[in-house]
């Protein structure tokens, strides 16, 4: 989907494997319990999106706007989330074994009970994130 505008959309429960999301407008969208695994979100503001319990396997969200996103309980292992901005999103029970998060903008982000196994998290902003246990 390029360029189309998609703010406030209600994709829930739905099987969107490998779907291809660029410069389209996706705030406030809601993907939970969605299927993406193997998708790429290019160039987008993803402020407020809904991924709460979203298969996110995989997924490209590299430079992707994810301010105050709802990411609890998705599973993102092994995507790409570098140059990403997190601020302020939701990440509890979130699984995110071998997933990029280089240069990511982790400010003030809610991590609790995530799984961290194999991260990449160089050159990240963790200020106001607790990290310890």
Request: some cysteine; overall charge negative.
């Amino acid at each position: 989907m390029t360029g189309a505008d998609l703010t406030g959309a209600d994709f829930r429960n739905i099987d969107l494997r490998g779907a291809i999301f660029i410069d389209a407008q996706l705030r406030e969208a809601s993907f939970a319990g969605t299927f993406l695994n193997g998708s790429i979100f290019s160039n987008l503001d993803l402020s407020g999106i809904d991924f709460r319990g979203a298969d996110l396997r995989g997924v490209s969200l590299n430079r992707a706007i994810l301010f105050q996103a709802e990411l609890s309980s998705t599973n993102l292992s092994g995507a790409d989330l570098s140059q990403a901005d997190l601020e302020e999103a939701n990440l509890s029970g979130a699984i995110l074994r071998g997933t990029n998060l280089q240069r990511v903008n982790l400010l003030c982000v809610v991590v609790e009970q995530v799984d961290l196994t194999g991260i990449l998290l160089t050159d990240a902003c963790l200020q106001g994130t607790p990290l310890e246990r």
